[in-house]
Nanobody
């Protein structure tokens, strides 16, 4: 059974940093792409980062230069390092897996998340205070 479990969310002050983790289990292979999404109350879900199994990563404009995603294959864990956080980053953060893994993240990776990403974690809350 495929499972994604996020952790690391917390309350942090503006300018602070957090590292989210996404532990993957149950996949038949490790060649899956992981997307990081967030959803704030009253707002649409937003894709913030995506990384393939070979490490090609892309970021949304809203987080580029502040967020960094990486994978530890041995631990089957994907990380989202978030720096210089601000209140606009407050949201529930989710990781999701696309098992039809491309070598490079496609340009439209975040355009239809439920269709592309088959498996989702439960989410972890990130709150940034001003």
């Amino acid at each position: 059974q495929v499972q994604l479990v996020e952790s690391g969310g917390a309350l942090v002050q503006t300018g602070g940093s957090l590292r989210l983790s996404c532990v993957a289990s149950g996949f038949r292979h490790d060649a899956y792409m992981i997307g990081w999404f967030r959803q704030a109350p009253g707002k649409e879900r937003e894709g913030v980062a995506c990384v393939t199994d070979i490490g090609h990563a892309v970021y949304s404009e809203s987080v580029k230069g502040r967020f960094f995603t990486s994978r530890d294959a041995a631990k089957k864990t994907i990380y989202l390092q978030m720096t210089d956080l601000n209140p606009e980053d407050t949201a529930v953060y989710y990781c999701a897996a696309d098992v039809d893994a491309p070598v490079r993240v496609p340009a439209n990776w975040a355009s239809d998340p439920p269709q592309r990403f088959e498996d989702w974690g439960q989410g972890t809350q990130v709150t940034v205070s001003s």
